[in-house]
């Protein structure tokens, strides 16, 4: 019964394609995340929903969307893909806000972009 | 600017001694540390935090120092176990201040030789 889970888990697609990744957490929690791991291996915040309002957008390309329908939901929306967009995107929850608590992680979506 | 560092990117280390994983930071608002464990594929998991009001927080084998004027902490497993290899994150925040994000150092990978 995973308690973060996202869909699909490998994602391989050419450039300037649309695709989406979707979150999902079954914890009660009220705020969710997305992060970003890079080919450096640094896992960067890209966004966070609390409640279904977003409260933390990072210096990330408006061709990400971000859409959360309800607070157990968050989908990621990436527009126009480029080859820099090639990472690993990890959903996360947690019960507090952001800063307080610890995070809850998805096992993560890696997106190859050729 | 990387406000989280984790200066070794590996570590071996014999079963049954110590591991010492560290981590420094630069920012002196965070105020909320946080040490998270990944395996390959999976999803980074929560392994121990401690707030800046303490310099020690213990859990089973694994204990957290945590060095406000230096800006340091560290992160001690004992005894190792194989099962420990993994990569560790230390992760830190301005807890205090709501919506602040956490900010995820690169990873220390380790490896426990049976």
């Known amino acids: 019964d995973t308690a973060v889970s996202q869909t699909p888990k490998y994602l391989v697609t050419q450039m300037g394609n649309d695709k989406s990744i979707k979150c999902e957490q079954n914890?009660?929690?009220?705020?969710m995340y997305w992060y970003k791991q890079d080919s450096k291996k640094f896992l960067k915040i890209m966004f966070s929903?609390?409640?279904?309002?977003?409260?933390i957008n990072e210096t990330v390309p408006n061709r990400f969307s971000p859409k959360s329908p309800d607070k157990a939901h968050l989908n990621l929306h990436i527009n126009s893909l480029e080859l820099g967009d090639s990472a690993v995107y990890f959903c996360?929850?947690?019960?507090?806000?952001?800063?307080?608590?610890?995070?809850?992680f998805g096992e993560g979506s890696r997106l190859t972009v050729l | 600017d990387q406000q989280v560092k984790q200066n070794s990117p590996s570590l071996s280390v014999q079963e049954g001694r110590i591991s010492i994983l560290n981590c420094d930071y630069t920012?002196?608002?965070?105020?909320?540390f946080l040490w998270y464990k990944k395996y390959p594929a999976e999803g980074p998991t929560f392994l121990i935090s401690?707030?800046?009001?303490?310099d020690k927080n213990e859990d089973g084998r694994f204990t957290v120092f945590l060095n406000k004027s230096a800006k340091h902490l560290s992160l001690h497993i004992v005894p190792s176990q194989p099962g420990d290899s993994a990569v560790y994150f230390c992760?830190?925040?301005?807890?205090?201040?709501?919506?602040?994000?956490?900010?995820f150092g690169p990873g220390t990978s380790l490896s426990v030789i049976p």
């Open positions: 996360a929850s947690s019960q507090a806000l952001p800063g307080l608590g610890e995070l809850f």
């Open positions: 914890l009660g929690h009220d705020t």
């Open positions: 929903y609390n409640n279904k309002e977003l409260i």
């Open positions: 920012n002196s608002m965070f105020d909320y």
């Open positions: 401690i707030s800046s009001i303490k």
């Open positions: 992760a830190a925040s301005a807890g205090t201040t709501s919506y602040d994000k956490v900010i």
